[in-house]
């Protein structure tokens, strides 16, 4: 079992940035490749983008290249998310996930789940 606990969520202005943490404990943390997934209201879940085991390859989906960045510290078993010029669109609840398929990009690729972060972009 992994435990996942995202941080880091609040209320931020157009254009602002937030960096959410996800802390994992249990089983080896560099064992698992790492997705950023969110879910706004009303609307299905998706990814975000997903870092590999040793960070050597990162995805990100192209609502949030150049503006999102995904990193890892094996060390802290801690992945983040920087998030820097966000728009309105980018309100959701964001939620980390750890799965062991590279490159898998589907949220049913992914056997663990944090309970999720709220991030509200306002105008």
């Known amino acids: 079992q992994v435990q996942l606990v995202e941080s880091g969520g609040g209320l931020v202005q157009a254009g602002g940035s937030l960096r959410l943490s996800c802390a994992a404990s249990g089983r080896t943390f560099s064992n698992y490749v790492m997705g950023w997934f969110r879910q706004a209201r009303g609307k299905e879940r998706e990814i975000v983008g997903q870092?590999?085991?040793?960070?050597?390859?990162?995805y990100y989906a192209d609502s949030v290249k150049g503006r999102f960045t995904i990193s890892r510290d094996n060390a802290k078993n801690t992945v983040y998310l920087q998030m820097s010029s966000l728009k309105l669109e980018d309100t959701a609840v964001y939620y980390c996930?750890?799965?062991?398929?590279?490159?898998?990009?589907?949220?049913?690729?992914?056997?663990?789940w944090g309970q999720g972060t709220q991030v509200t972009v306002s105008s």
């Open positions: 996930a750890a799965g062991s398929i590279d490159g898998a990009l589907r949220d049913d690729a992914y056997n663990y």
């Open positions: 870092i590999s085991r040793s960070a050597s390859r990162i």
